[in-house]
């Protein structure tokens, strides 16, 4: 097992598993069927399914072993829209991301020498997924997640937060470092943000998006 989800076997991870293919084709129908929370129906791709939800340069990455496995937990952060419920915001997230322990050793190792280091796992209408790797010294700008917001979970090492006031001159409101295992959840109605790696080892988070209603 690869990847310490506390999902399925990682023999059931795979992309190429046909039974997924089947669950992601009903997940998809329902969207399709009864359109997507305040979005409409043509907000949805049907084009997206199990084989095309990953970005392709994920999809070969992560074949390759270059980028972790994460195809379950791209999988089952997509499917949180298959929810009456849903809320279209990112803090629809959390649950999924909350299963999300670490990366094995090996994966992290490989990922490590990628030397490209932001890596879009998924990125369509409703969701986008992106894989950092903070370098040492690795920052961010100042800016600000409109709507749905934004969640993010650091998977190894430490990163630091700065939140800043959101509007055209963000005041500096606070510092946090966010160790591995921390989540943090962020829109513009809470704040701005900037974040960085000031410390002496790498760091990885994955940090997931959504536009949110219309
Ligand atoms: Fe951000």
Excluded at 86 to 99: D, E, G, S, T, Y
Excluded at 158 to 163: D, T
């Amino acid at each position: 097992m690869k990847t310490t989800t506390n999902h399925q076997p990682r023999g059931q991870h795979s992309i190429f598993n046909s039974s997924l293919f089947v669950e992601s084709k009903k997940a998809f129908g329902w969207i399709s069927a009864y359109g997507v929370g305040q979005h409409s129906a043509a907000d949805f791709n049907p084009s997206s399914t199990a084989t095309d939800l990953l970005t392709a340069n994920a999809k070969y990455q992560m074949a390759l072993g270059q980028i972790p496995d994460l195809w379950q937990v791209c999988f089952d952060l997509y499917s949180t829209f298959n929810n009456a419920d849903a809320p279209f915001n990112a803090l629809q997230f959390i649950p999924v991301l909350r299963k999300l322990n670490s990366i094995s050793e090996a994966e992290m190792e490989l990922f490590l020498r990628n030397p490209e280091t932001n890596h879009i796992l998924i990125h369509n209408e409703l969701i986008k997924v992106v894989l950092i790797h903070w370098h040492p010294g690795k920052t961010s700008g100042i800016h600000g997640h409109p709507k749905g917001g934004c969640v993010f979970k650091v998977l190894y090492g430490s990163i630091e937060e700065m939140r800043y006031t959101s509007g055209p001159s963000p005041q500096l409101l606070s510092v946090s470092k966010c160790e591995k295992g921390a989540m943090g959840y962020i829109d513009d109605q809470m704040a701005y943000h900037a974040v960085g790696n000031p410390f002496e080892t790498s760091a990885v988070s994955l940090h997931v998006y959504t536009p949110g209603p219309k």
